[in-house]
């Protein structure tokens, strides 16, 4: 990057199914529940793919015959998936760390913003992984009752600025991009389908992280400079 290319003043990533590849944790924890019922779970694919459609917990267990309570099978999700057992199952996506060391360079503050319950796992996932060095900020959600994650992050960083970023993989980072008045970037590799992602209309939308690093740099270009 030439000296005078524009950066942003903050990037946000999302974790999740943006750097990690947690299809395998996801599953197994899934899997593991529906055993334990008695039933018998769907295999990855047919799973993933109606995580990725955003189709309830109440009609994956009837897809999987599982004749379950579905709040009470997601409150269990939750309460494992975090456990380290799971957690080592998780995988940097292939071009993860090269994309982190390229965007790390078009922002001045590069922030991490998950839903984690757990910081203890989450620091030791971090270090596991290598990516804590990127990040100047770690913002999780830990035990608070804030469920949507862009108020989480508008309260940690509050003012707003033209010059910012979120890279995610949801509907909820599109939604909270907006909540701060930044760029909604979002990549289709992750926990949602493509065609969701577009029904949300983000500024960026890629296939991977590595074509978002391309992308992201054609829309910082042409931002309005910061007052």
Not at 49 to 63: E, F, T, V, Y
């Amino acid at each position: 990057m030439s000296a005078h290319a524009k950066m942003l003043e903050t990037l946000i990533l999302d974790l999740d199914g943006t750097l990690i590849d947690c299809s395998a944790r996801h599953y197994a924890c899934y899997a593991d529940l529906t055993r334990e019922a008695g039933c018998s779970p769907l295999e990855l694919e047919a799973y993933w793919n109606m995580k990725r459609l955003r189709r309830s917990w109440s009609d994956i267990l009837r897809a999987s015959k599982a004749l379950i309570d579905a709040s009470s099978f997601s409150a269990a999700f939750v309460e494992r998936i975090e456990r380290s057992n799971y957690l080592a199952l998780d995988r940097l996506f292939p071009d993860a760390n090269d994309a982190m060391q390229r965007l790390s360079r078009i922002a001045k503050k590069t922030i991490l913003a998950t839903m984690r319950r757990s910081p203890q796992a989450l620091a030791k996932e971090l270090e596991q992984l290598a990516l804590r060095d990127y990040f100047d900020l770690v913002i999780a959600r830990g035990s608070t009752d804030i469920a949507d994650k862009g108020a989480l992050v508008q309260q940690a960083i509050q003012m707003r600025s033209s010059q910012r970023a979120w890279i995610g993989d949801t509907e909820e980072d599109v939604s909270g991009a907006r909540r701060i008045g930044a760029l909604s970037c979002v990549v289709s590799c992750g926990l949602r389908d493509r065609e969701l992602l577009e029904a949300e209309k983000p500024d960026v939308i890629a296939n991977s992280l590595r074509d978002m690093v391309v992308m992201l740099q054609n829309k910082i270009a042409v931002l309005p400079r910061s007052a």
